[in-house]
């Protein structure tokens, strides 16, 4: 009767939401649509329960393996789908994409076919150390399926075919960081939330990920998702086979991205914190848990340490790219308001949800998340950086995008939605598992209440062979068969339910159902209206034709090869955000020079500007353009579709450039193999030797046999190129590989040694593995005395070098102890002082202090060309001299210094230096664009040697906003 009257209801439902499809776009029509699909919704659960729950029991039964991995399965075939045009030869070829194809291009044919990680390379701009900048990740993904399908589908197909799989990859890592935590139930729910991820800049997502091809980092982070599932089975159960595999993706994903050593940083003393809040057992003390999740992270970094330490030890060669983002009360608003990571106001709510059911139920791992989320999300605002003061630590710290930590605020707050809808049904971190041992057979007759708690009958027992990357059985006990665990069947646990029974008393009465869905339906309507606004378009970017005018183009080149045997480059005119032909080299081979900016090529010295006398010095021949180029020094030669190739009127041909008198010549001019050899004959005193080659640190020179010292120099008006002293004799130059590569080598080597003993630990003597385990046990009771030792010395060594190191040279850093006055004639007003803030009216904005800001460098032809500055904040008012007077100055022959407006007022800006009331000397305010880093320099040579309280006095001539900041270098 009830099954009759439940398919009555039903049917009603149905009838109801088809007429309001029918009545049009109405809100009355629109109500009965929604109001009609959820009564359907809520009265076909029960009818379908009893028959879902009987498929998923036989299908555990006769292919359990089968059920276990179909919710994974599912979720990499979900994020394959957007893909489906890579069958086609549909590739992502925009923004970055193009330099990620060039960049593993050469990885396989330049550093692989060289035997080398790192190098120089003249391929791209005037020449470049390849494998010290942007990280190798990406370039060993992509070179992977390049090598591992010989070679067969060509580089733009196994390029589309890669990004494919790591788009994949990343929704399957949030799918096992759900599963093996929360289940495949709460899996399922994390991997579609990162599959529906529309994201926005720094922020992850399929906009940033495949739209703006930032896909590296994502697949980083991945492998921080991976390596943190991992630290399950190490923190529950230990062993060194699991700290090998865990230490597996650590290392991938720094070489990924750096920004996973700030992850792990962040997220595993959280975790350790959320696993040293459950009751330890007498085999497993916190401090053992620590010791082998801090072992498995820092053996992955180990491993990446050949890549590493020369990124970190070359740092000066690349431009900075860190940032600040809004407030962190401003990222609160945008969170609530869903205006934060493109993803709706509902995600936000039920991950609030989820947190404060987290701490009410004490679920480990919502705790850890909901710590992690909460942590990285201050950690990506300006304020964190502010607040802390980080830049007065170390200028490295403002390389790092704090705004990208929204990578891991994602899978922490979606991991807590899973636990607002299912609850903490495995909420363990790193918890042990049960040792009851699971029923053989499904339950025949499941009770009717509605299960709210883990299974109580997981086996404990670990997995013999765990895999390389977390696979289904990875750190999680197999459930009961009557519990499935799988996407529908916990889908019927939510429901309320699972039991066949569809009685009154399991079910909601029909009253309720149609209540419900007449009061949900106006709330559920606007989201449904507006849900395409969250979603991403599943878009791929392609430019198929690309690739057959390159190919075309490359072909010409080879014809005219016997005509231009010499060294040439091609230069490429792109578009500020146009970098499709950076991806020139992997189709033609040649030298590229290209135009325009991308954050992929980091380096300082890339000359991307469109300049024939550059052109000249590069030894460009050919210019190759979207549109024919009408300036007089380039001359049409051939067009490939869209491509119009240029000649370059008088080319020159010469590598080095003789500053003076006397001649060289080129012996050898090999600077990516074996070196540079000149002779030089009739040079004077003071005359240098310049190479048409860009000038990094790792150069190194000589002259018959005795070293010189290698200095930068300009040419064309470009600045960075080598240079060294010319004198008669030979000179012999060489790109070397410095101490940071032989020691990451070492490391890395060392590292990779400890992995193979891990994965033997099981074939080691008996005898040395007692001995080990004699070892362990004795530093295991005596860790946590260590760690307070390590920690109390760190602390003492901190403070000792705070309390004896000399005073700060910046004038930022000097704020609190300076006095501040508006001065008007003879009066001076003072301006009240709050630690290092100088308050000089009830304005907020106007104060003398230290801020943060993004500034751009000089002549920067991209918009996020720049780096983040502390500097000294001061509000020029008109009528006033603005004077900061610092006492104790020794000064020497200038003070160096820099300022930038962010806002231009009316009349003319000035700093003045005073000493004793007279001027020594001064600098006209920035001119040109606001949010330019400009230098400048207050000669002080007549003074040098004297110690003196000195004056620093900005002055406006007229009215406006005047937003200034400034800092100088103070001596000593």
């Known amino acids: 009767m009830d099954r009759r009257r439940r398919l009555i209801e039903l049917g009603v439902a149905l009838a109801i939401a088809l007429l309001g499809g029918l009545l049009g776009r109405g809100v009355v029509a629109s109500w009965l649509a929604v109001a009609g699909g959820l009564a359907a919704f809520a009265f076909a659960v029960p009818l379908l329960a009893p028959w879902a729950r009987a498929l998923l029991a036989r299908a555990e039964r006769q292919a359990p393996r089968l059920v276990r991995a179909a919710p994974g399965a599912a979720v990499v075939f979900a994020a394959l789908v957007p893909f489906r045009g890579v069958l086609v030869g549909e590739v992502p070829l925009g923004h970055d994409h193009p330099v990620h194809l060039a960049r593993a291009w050469h990885f396989v044919h330049e550093s692989l076919g060289r035997g080398r990680l790192h190098g120089f390379s003249e391929l791209w701009f005037a020449g470049w150390p390849a494998g010290y900048d942007y990280p190798i990740g990406g370039d060993l993904w992509v070179s992977?399926?390049?090598?591992?399908?010989?070679?067969?589908?060509?580089?733009?197909?196994?390029?589309?075919?890669?990004?494919?799989?790591?788009?994949?990859?990343?929704?399957?890592?949030?799918?096992?960081?759900?599963?093996?935590?929360?289940?495949?139930?709460?899996?399922?729910?994390?991997?579609?939330?990162?599959?529906?991820?529309?994201?926005?800049?720094?922020?992850?997502?399929?906009?940033?990920?495949?739209?703006?091809?930032?896909?590296?980092?994502?697949?980083?982070?991945?492998?921080?998702?991976?390596?943190?599932?991992?630290?399950?089975?190490?923190?529950?159960?230990?062993?060194?086979?699991?700290?090998?595999?865990?230490?597996?993706?650590?290392?991938?994903?720094?070489l990924c991205h750096p920004f996973a050593i700030v992850a792990y940083v962040v997220a595993v003393p959280l975790f350790l914190l959320a696993r040293?809040?459950?009751?330890?057992?007498?085999?497993?003390?916190?401090?053992?848990?620590?010791?082998?999740?801090?072992?498995?992270?820092?053996?992955?970094?180990?491993?990446?340490?050949?890549?590493?330490?020369?990124?970190?030890?070359?740092?000066?060669?690349?431009?900075?790219?860190?940032?600040?983002?809004?407030?962190?009360?401003?990222?609160?608003r945008r969170l609530l308001r869903g205006e934060l990571y493109g993803w709706a106001p509902l995600i936000s709510v039920l991950a609030i949800v989820g947190a404060a059911r987290s701490f009410r139920r004490r679920i480990p791992v919502g705790v850890f998340c909901a710590g992690l989320a909460?942590?990285?999300?201050?950690?990506?605002?300006?304020?964190?950086?502010?607040?802390?003061?980080?830049?007065?630590?170390?200028?490295?710290?403002?390389?790092?995008?704090?705004?990208?930590?929204?990578?891991?605020?994602?899978?922490?707050?979606?991991?807590?939605?899973?636990?607002?809808?299912?609850?903490?049904?495995?909420g363990r971190v790193g918890a042990s598992a049960p040792s009851s041992a699971p029923s053989s057979a499904p339950s025949s007759a499941p009770s009717s209440a509605p299960s709210s708690a883990p299974s109580s009958a997981p086996s404990s027992a670990p997995s013999s062979a765990p895999s390389s990357a977390p696979s289904e059985a990875t750190s999680e006990p197999s459930p009961p068969p009557a519990e499935a665990m799988s996407l529908a069947s916990e889908a019927l646990h939510v429901a309320g339910s699972t039991a066949p029974s569809t009685s009154r008393a399991t079910w909601w009465p029909t009253r309720y159902v149609v209540l419900a869905a007449l009061a949900f339906a106006p709330l559920v309507l606007p989201l449904l209206s507006e849900a395409r606004a969250y979603l991403p378009n599943f878009a791929v970017a392609t430019d198929v034709a690309l690739e057959g005018e390159l190919r075309?183009?490359?072909?010409?080149?080879?014809?005219?090869?016997?005509?231009?045997?010499?060294f040439y480059r091609v230069a490429y005119v792109d578009g500020s955000e146009d970098h499709d032909l950076k991806a020139a080299i992997a189709f033609t081979g040649r030298p590229a020079l290209h135009s325009g900016f991308t954050p992929a090529t980091t380096y300082r010295h890339r000359y991307d500007r469109v300049d024939p006398a550059l052109y000249r010095v590069l030894g460009v021949r050919y210019v190759v353009a979207r549109s024919p180029l009408t300036e007089p020094?380039?001359?049409?030669?051939?067009?490939?579709?869209?491509?119009?190739?240029?000649?370059?009127?008088?080319?020159?041909?010469?590598?080095?450039?003789?500053?003076?008198?006397?001649r060289v010549e080129v012996l050898r001019f090999e600077p990516e193999g074996a070196g540079v050899e000149l002779r030089v004959s009739g040079a004077a005193p003071g005359d240098r030797l310049v190479l048409h080659v860009g000038s990094f640190s790792g150069w190194r020179a000589w002259r018959d046999g005795a070293p010189l010292e290698v200095e930068s120099r300009p040419l064309a008006g470009h600045e960075g190129f080598v240079s060294v002293p010319a004198a008669d004799g030979r000179t012999r130059l060489a790109f070397v590989r410095g101490t940071s590569e032989h020691v990451g080598l070492v490391v890395s080597l060392l590292a990779m040694?400890?992995?193979?003993?891990?994965?033997?630990?099981?074939?080691?003597?008996?005898?040395?593995?007692?001995?080990?385990?004699?070892?362990?046990?004795?530093?295991?009771?005596?860790?946590?005395?260590?760690?307070?030792?390590?920690?109390?010395?760190?602390?003492?060594?901190?403070?000792?070098?705070?309390?004896?190191?000399?005073?700060?040279?910046?004038?930022?850093?000097?704020?609190?102890?300076?006095?501040?006055?508006?001065?008007?004639?003879?009066?001076?007003?003072?301006?009240?002082?709050?630690?290092?803030?100088?308050?000089?009216?009830?304005e907020d904005w106007n104060y003398v202090g230290r801020?943060?800001?993004?500034?751009?460098?000089?002549?920067?032809?991209?918009?996020?060309?720049?780096?983040?500055?502390?500097?000294?904040?001061?509000?020029?008012?008109?009528?006033?001299?603005?004077?900061?007077?610092?006492?104790?100055?020794?000064?020497?022959?200038?003070?160096?210094?820099?300022?930038?407006?962010?806002?231009?007022?009316?009349?003319?800006?000035?700093?003045?230096?005073?000493?004793?009331?007279?001027?020594?000397?001064q600098v006209g305010g920035p001119t040109g664009p606001a949010y330019i880093w400009r230098p400048f320099s207050l000669r002080t040579g007549a003074l040098a040697g004297r110690v003196v309280d000195l004056d620093l006095v900005v002055r406006s001539t007229g009215a406006g906003p005047w937003h200034y900041c400034f800092d100088v270098d103070l001596p000593r």
């Open 144 to 254: 992977t399926f390049y090598l591992a399908t010989f070679g067969a589908f060509g580089w733009t197909l196994t390029y589309g075919i890669a990004v494919a799989a790591m788009y994949a990859v990343v929704v399957h890592a949030h799918y096992t960081f759900g599963r093996v935590y929360l289940g495949r139930a709460a899996g399922v729910l994390v991997g579609a939330l990162a599959l529906l991820d529309r994201g926005a800049g720094n922020e992850g997502g399929w906009s940033y990920t495949i739209e703006w091809g930032v896909w590296p980092f994502a697949l980083g982070m991945a492998f921080v998702l991976y390596t943190l599932s991992l630290l399950d089975g190490v923190a529950r159960e230990g062993g060194a086979r699991r700290i090998a595999w865990a230490a597996l993706p650590a290392a991938f994903s720094v």
């Open 276 to 332: 040293g809040a459950q009751p330890p057992t007498s085999s497993e003390r916190w401090a053992g848990v620590a010791a082998r999740c801090a072992a498995a992270v820092g053996l992955g970094v180990g491993l990446s340490a050949a890549w590493l330490f020369p990124f970190v030890a070359s740092g000066d060669w690349f431009l900075r790219f860190g940032d600040l983002y809004v407030p962190v009360e401003e990222v609160a």
């Open 374 to 426: 909460l942590l990285a999300l201050v950690a990506s605002s300006r304020t964190f950086v502010e607040a802390l003061d980080l830049g007065a630590y170390s200028s490295s710290l403002m390389r790092i995008p704090f705004q990208r930590m929204a990578y891991l605020v994602k899978p922490a707050a979606f991991v807590l939605v899973a636990i607002a809808l299912f609850g903490g049904r495995r």
């Open 552 to 566: 075309a183009f490359s072909a010409w080149l080879d014809a005219r090869r016997a005509e231009d045997p010499d």
């Open 633 to 662: 020094w380039a001359e049409p030669l051939e067009r490939f579709g869209r491509l119009h190739v240029h000649g370059l009127r008088a080319p020159r041909t010469e590598r080095v450039t003789l500053e003076g008198e006397g």
């Open 753 to 842: 040694l400890a992995l193979g003993l891990l994965f033997a630990r099981s074939r080691w003597p008996a005898g040395v593995t007692a001995r080990l385990d004699r070892a362990g046990a004795f530093l295991g009771a005596r860790t946590r005395r260590l760690a307070a030792g390590a920690v109390t010395l760190v602390a003492l060594v901190f403070l000792a070098v705070a309390l004896t190191r000399p005073p700060p040279r910046a004038l930022v850093d000097r704020l609190a102890g300076i006095q501040v006055d508006l001065v008007r004639g003879d009066r001076a007003d003072r301006c009240e002082r709050e630690g290092d803030r100088h308050q000089c009216s009830d």
């Open 851 to 921: 801020k943060y800001q993004w500034f751009a460098y000089p002549g920067a032809v991209h918009p996020t060309e720049g780096e983040v500055r502390r500097c000294v904040w001061a509000h020029p008012v008109v009528g006033a001299d603005l004077r900061l007077r610092v006492p104790g100055v020794r000064l020497g022959d200038a003070i160096e210094g820099g300022h930038a407006l962010m806002n231009r007022g009316a009349g003319a800006l000035s700093l003045t230096a005073y000493v004793d009331g007279e001027v020594v000397d």
